[in-house]
């Protein structure tokens, strides 16, 4: 089949582990004729928002890459909110997909990729969702001027050719059909997800990082991960780690810690269990999922909450819908019953515990967090 995956409302960055990355390279595998039309927008070599240059290229992921510049005749900073693209009609005339998917909601060319699909029924355009209250229409001006007054209508007008809209998290259906107003029957859950290893994979790569890090299988290592900022809580959480005196317990932290550094660092050097292993490639953080047992995301949400249950790691994770979603037993949900503290005390007096919790977390990704199963939900692989 011939699918054309449309980052015009988002970032597309090459070699990157975003659902934009992991759903194209699965459509790849199995067998498809790929194509990537996307925005300029993307990250540098330090990781910080940039604009490229735009091109027709192999990406990194396996498919080919068509990158679009805004058109003309806007503000840059308005053009950036208009998401409107020249030649769009163009490219999937050329390349007739038999299916799209259009990866956020917030775009003006939904109503180009809509007069397609009315112009060629037999297309399957889908629409993914990533927008919740937490990250959008946050403020009165970006939600009543922005989104209630020009991304829902363009949305709304598509609906009659969109076979489903695709939301990552319970939060993102309740934006999808609250806020957006699509009907619920138009609305499936479509997680971020990661990839399941099989045992030998595994366990070589948890063997290969705790053996680099000197950790013995009996020893419970916990991970917190990402851009670290002050509402990610990561003092709390190593003050809690410091205040359980447990050698069976081991803290790692990946990436980078923007906010309270100074508290952070002091509270990492007084503790020789905790061990700061800066910023990650997707790869890699893959590679300490694997060897890590708990994964730690004390508020907000993160997709790597998904990979970490894919790398088979219990968690430890904020009280919010999506973290509800993801909850089988597997862990702690961190709210007003049980504190970070609760949560380390009891990792450190059952450790046996851990390892039934995190075959919860496995048996739950398998049926549900695989992105080969769910890139299979758009389109079966090709025949042989």
């Not at 355009?125 to 939600?143: M, Q, T």
Request: overall charge neutral; glycine content about 4%.
């Amino acid at each position: 089949m011939k699918i054309v995956h449309l980052c015009l409302s988002c970032f597309y960055i090459d070699g990157y582990g975003y659902q934009e990355n992991h759903l194209p390279a699965q459509h790849v595998k199995d067998g498809h004729q790929v194509t990537i039309i996307a925005s300029t927008e993307s990250f540098d070599a330090e990781r910080k928002p940039c604009y490229v240059e735009p091109a027709d290229y192999l990406g990194t992921d396996g498919a080919r890459v068509i990158r679009l510049p805004y058109r003309a005749g806007l503000p840059a900073t308005l053009a950036r909110k208009v998401r409107a693209y020249p030649g769009v009609r163009r490219w999937l005339e050329e390349l007739k997909p038999d299916v799209i998917l259009f990866h956020g909601m917030c775009a003006w060319e939904l109503l180009t990729v809509a007069r397609y699909a009315r112009a060629h029924p037999d297309v399957q355009l889908y629409v993914d969702c990533h927008e919740d209250f937490n990250n959008s229409a946050r403020g009165w001006v970006s939600r009543q001027l922005l989104h209630a007054s020009f991304y829902r209508p363009i949305l709304r007008s598509v609906l009659d050719v969109v076979r489903r809209v695709l939301c990552i998290t319970v939060e993102s259906i309740q934006f999808a059909t609250d806020f957006y107003r699509v009907p619920r029957s138009q609305v499936d859950l479509f997680p971020l997800a990661g990839h399941i290893h099989d045992d030998a994979d595994y366990h070589a790569r948890r063997h290969q990082v705790r053996q680099a890090h000197g950790v013995a299988e009996a020893e419970i290592v916990i991970v917190q991960s990402g851009k670290i900022t002050a509402n990610k809580l990561l003092p709390d959480a190593l003050r809690a780690f410091v205040g359980t005196p447990s050698e069976h317990l081991r803290f790692w932290i990946v990436g980078t810690i923007v906010d309270d550094a100074e508290s952070c660092e002091a509270l990492i050097a007084s503790d020789p269990r905790i061990r700061f292993l800066g910023w990650k490639s997707p790869q890699e953080l893959e590679d300490v999922l694997c060897a890590a047992d708990v994964f730690l995301q004390p508020s907000g949400q993160t997709a790597t909450t998904q990979t970490s249950m894919c790398c088979r790691c219990a968690l430890v994770v904020s009280d919010v819908p999506s973290h509800r979603a993801l909850f089988v037993n597997n862990g702690f949900l961190i709210n007003s019953q049980t504190s970070l503290s609760d949560a380390m005390q009891a990792l450190a007096r059952a450790p046996q515990q851990v390892e039934e919790m995190k075959q919860r977390s496995l048996a739950f990704a398998r049926q549900n967090l695989d992105y080969t199963e769910l890139a299979r939900r758009l389109a079966p692989p090709a025949s042989p």
